[in-house]
């Protein structure tokens, strides 16, 4: 299983990005994805939710600014960023909740990571 992270780059403030995370592999199923980052000198922290089902969940710092959408048929969640700030400056993680075919083990899989910065 993969999961490979794009969209990441350097934007001004009050500009947008779209990060996007495709999964590939040996998928019987995907529950929960995930958008996680960390800052330098900061833990990793969740952003975004999604679940299966389409219900989602934001940090408060992030609410309103941030839109995560998943298209189940690509195998592939997105964070949709707008109005976005110096302090969302970090490296964005991937992160899902995967079944697999071999084993129909549930298992949480992690993307390499995409730099956003956001800076003028």
């Known amino acids: 299983v993969q999961l490979v992270e794009s969209g990441g780059g350097l934007v001004q403030p009050g500009g947008s990005l779209r990060l996007s995370c495709a999964v590939s592999?040996?998928?019987?199923?995907?529950?929960?994805m995930e958008w996680y980052r960390q800052a330098p000198g900061k833990e990793r922290e969740l952003v975004a939710a999604?679940?299966?089902?389409?219900?989602?969940d934001y940090a408060d710092s992030v609410k309103g600014r941030f839109t995560i959408v998943r298209d189940n048929a690509k195998s592939t969640v997105y964070l949709q960023m707008y109005s976005l700030k110096p302090e969302d400056t970090a490296v964005y993680y991937c992160?899902?909740?995967?079944?697999?075919?071999?084993?129909?083990?549930?298992?949480?899989?992690w993307g390499q990571g995409t730099q956003v910065t956001v800076s003028s």
């Open positions: 592999g040996s998928i019987f199923s995907i529950n929960n």
């Open positions: 992160h899902a909740w995967i079944v697999v075919i071999t084993t129909r083990a549930l298992d949480d899989y």
């Open positions: 999604i679940t299966s089902g389409g219900s989602t």
